[in-house]
């Protein structure tokens, strides 16, 4: 079975720690990433979540780049309606140049915010997306605007740089086919989405036509994974992932909690109900467990990448479960 393993990074905030903290400690994983030999780091753009730091993920990929000399480094995603599309162009030109052949540019059409932080965002509506990618891919050059349009002379610089290779990013399918027939890349975002990804991956292939930038389709697979020595132990360091995300779906927008602070929770009945419930999202286990259900999601959708996302309370323990989940695919990861 062969297949890349890869990072994405929502830059997660603790209790007892910073914003600012969980920001540069981000090197620290990419740098591991690299040289584990993850094939990309992505860094998501989430706004107003207290447990999440990733809000300006155009800023922390050139950042990431500098630190790092080989792993592709991108954005998963950036969320379109909360841009210009000029302006992205402009600064996914500037990435390329600056590292060429390492950036990504994944693009996603939620807000990923709640309505208050939208509205301070002046996000546009979902309705807007693919006039508002027809833009990006006109100022990315693409396909330039004729004369006689009011944007006839308007140029993104730097010129003479492509934008990076563009991903759709997806959680429930809906878009599947039209990145396909642009010739992007597609991922699916199976860390959130209660959808399963078979159907926008085979929707995907069938009506992908080759770019550039992809010569056949490339499907990733988003995964959140924690991954210890046992898997009791895995099971105690979710606890801090099971009470964060039980919390933001009330409306508390918290650090990420420690194990002893949610053992601590005073849990109700409808509460473990809800947590076990969104368990099944989540890959939790021992090195030969966690590796034992990627296998099962790759064979079952074909995925050509599996995207590892890991958001715990123990900086130390986030870095182990990456390089154990490494050390469980050794054997297919030489192979291919």
């Not at 930038?213 to 009791?232: R, Y």
Request: proline residues 7%; neutral net charge.
């Amino acid at each position: 079975m062969n297949f890349a393993l890869s990072v994405l990074d929502l830059v997660p905030v603790c209790t007892g720690s910073t914003p600012a903290e969980a920001l540069r400690r981000s090197v620290d994983l990419a740098r591991l990433a690299e040289r584990l030999g993850y094939a990309r780091y992505w860094l998501a753009e989430h706004h107003a979540l207290a447990s999440v730091a990733s809000s300006a993920p155009e800023i922390l990929i050139g950042h990431i780049a500098s630190a790092t000399a080989s792993i592709r480094v991108g954005s998963g995603g950036m969320m379109l309606p909360n841009h210009i599309p000029y302006r992205l162009a402009e600064i996914f030109r500037t990435l390329e140049a600056l590292h060429p052949g390492r950036i990504d540019l994944g693009i996603g059409r939620a807000p990923g915010t709640n309505g208050a932080a939208s509205r301070a965002l002046r996000a546009a509506g979902s309705e807007h997306f693919s006039s508002m990618m027809n833009e990006l891919l006109r100022f990315g050059g693409d396909q330039p605007y004729g004369p006689g349009h009011p944007y006839a002379r308007v140029t993104a610089m730097p010129t003479g740089v492509p934008l990076p290779p563009m991903w759709i990013l997806g959680s429930s399918g809906a878009s599947a086919a039209a990145a396909g027939a642009a010739g992007f890349g597609y991922s699916f975002a199976s860390h959130f989405s209660t959808e399963p990804p078979g159907p926008a991956f085979r929707a995907y292939r069938e009506a992908f036509k080759p770019s550039a930038a992809f010569p056949k389709p490339h499907a990733i697979l988003g995964v959140s994974v924690v991954c210890a020595e046992t898997d009791a132990k895995a099971d105690e360091l979710a606890q801090s992932m099971d009470l964060t995300w039980l919390r933001i779906n009330r409306n508390q927008y918290l650090p990420i909690p420690s194990p002893a602070e949610a053992a601590a929770h005073e849990w109700t009945d409808m509460d473990r109900e809800d947590v076990r419930q969104q368990r099944k999202l989540s890959i939790v286990g021992a090195p030969a467990t966690v590796r034992a259900r990627i296998e099962a999601m790759v064979e079952a959708t074909q995925a050509d990448e599996v995207m590892i996302v890991t958001n715990i309370h123990s900086h130390a323990e986030r870095l182990a479960s990456y390089e154990r989940l490494t050390e469980a695919f050794a054997e297919q990861r030489k192979a291919a």
